[in-house]
C-alpha cells in the first residue's frame, strides 16, 4: 500500500506559475500507474495528466496540454506537476493518484489510492 501526500498548492495571480509535488511513502512509485486530477466544488473529478514511470510518456487533457507538465524524481519517490500560465478557471483542489494496475487511465475510479488534496487558487 503506497500513502501520497500532495504540497505546493496556494493562491497566485493569473499567468503565473506553481509546482505541486505528491511525495510517496510505503511503496515505490515505479509500482503504479500516475495521474494528477482536480476537482471544483459542484463539478466531478477532472483528469489532467497520466505518466508511465520508466518511460516517462505523458498524456495530458486538452484543458492543460501546453501549460502543465507531469514529471517523477525516481530518487526522491515523488511526482510533480508544473502549472504555467494558470488561468482563474484552474481554481481546484489538486490531487495525486495511483493504480496498483498500470492502466494509466483518465478514469478516476481506475486509480486506487490518492492524496489529501492541495487546493490551487488562481486570482484574476
Request: charged share 20%; hydrophobic share 35%; aromatic share 12%.
Amino acid at each position: 500500500q503506497v500513502h501520497l501526500v500532495e504540497s505546493g498548492g496556494g493562491l497566485v495571480q493569473a499567468g503565473g506559475s506553481l509546482r505541486l509535488s505528491c511525495a510517496a511513502a510505503g511503496r515505490r512509485l515505479n509500482a503504479y500507474g500516475l495521474a494528477w486530477f482536480r476537482q471544483s466544488p459542484g463539478k466531478a473529478r477532472e483528469f489532467l495528466a497520466t505518466l508511465t514511470w520508466e518511460s516517462r510518456v505523458a498524456y495530458y487533457a486538452t484543458s492543460v496540454r501546453g501549460r502543465f507538465t507531469i514529471s517523477r524524481d525516481s530518487a526522491q519517490n515523488t511526482m510533480y506537476l508544473q502549472m504555467n500560465s494558470l488561468k482563474p478557471e484552474d481554481t481546484a483542489i489538486y490531487y495525486c493518484a495511483a493504480d496498483s494496475s498500470l492502466r494509466y487511465s483518465r478514469r478516476s475510479e481506475d486509480y486506487d489510492y490518492w492524496g489529501q488534496g492541495t487546493q490551487v487558487t488562481v486570482s484574476s
